[in-house]
């Protein structure tokens, strides 16, 4: 599956049954925030499929006028992506798509978590929206390369323009994201993220400490919702 069913945290212990202390202790701090995780295929795709579902799955619990703020937020994005030079052939159905889910998780027909997570298991929806994120992302850091440049600048093994390094690293699938992606897709969505860092970090008196990182676009004070990273890799994180 692209996105799997809901697990207790519990079972990621299992995996770090042979690793270091570190990740064991990291877990059971998680555990007392969090419930369950969703894993998602370790195919470069990881953090847009993640991302995706835990946006939709938020939108379900919002206000109408929030729900009718994000849906004209996202539609915005047609006339940006063609300003940006992306054509509209590539471009139109995945915007439509991704339209059409916005307005499932709302409404008196509002779709269920399990719905949502079945639409989104469907190989060519996944592919498909995961496409236009990327795209999306694409777009908002060439409209502010200034800012993003130095982000470039630092990823790039070799020399490139912010354009180039959006075409090679951005827009094509299965290219891991780091932290500029997330900067951009969550400022382009005002979706608000928090990602819980389960790594080997520990603090100067070498017990393990829980970190994470907030990605709050302007006029938002706190996370909507959580993801958790694991070295190289994104998961589903639930409260």
């Known amino acids: 599956k692209p996105l799997g069913d809901k697990e207790p945290l519990e079972a990621l212990l299992k995996e770090y049954e042979e690793g270091g202390n570190v990740f064991r202790e990291k877990i059971q701090q998680i555990s007392a925030i969090y419930t369950s995780i969703r894993r998602a295929r370790g195919d470069g795709n990881c953090f847009f499929r993640g991302f995706m579902f835990s946006y939709l799955e938020h939108l379900r619990r919002v206000s109408p006028e929030e729900h009718k703020a994000a849906l004209e937020l996202v539609s915005s994005w047609h006339q940006k992506l063609v300003d940006g030079g992306f054509q509209e052939l590539v471009f139109e159905d995945a915007l439509e798509l991704f339209q059409e889910l916005l307005q499932a998780v709302s409404g008196t027909d509002q779709i269920s978590v399990e719905e949502l997570h079945e639409r989104l298991c469907d190989e060519n929806v996944s592919n498909y929206c995961i496409m236009l994120l990327r795209m999306v992302t ?71 400490v829980l970190n994470h990182h907030d990605f709050l676009p302007e006029g938002t004070k706190e996370p909507a919702f959580n993801m958790l990273y694991r070295p190289g890799h994104y998961d589903v994180l639930d409260r």
């Open 138 to 208: 694409s777009c908002e850091i060439q409209r502010r390369a200034e800012f993003f440049e130095p982000f470039v600048l630092g990823l790039s093994e070799e020399p490139m323009t912010v354009e180039q390094f959006c075409r090679k690293h951005v827009e094509a699938m299965g290219e891991e994201s780091d932290h500029l992606h997330i900067i951009a897709i969550t400022d382009a969505f005002q979706a608000p993220l928090r990602i819980v860092y389960l790594d080997n970090a520990v603090g100067a008196d070498g017990t393990a």
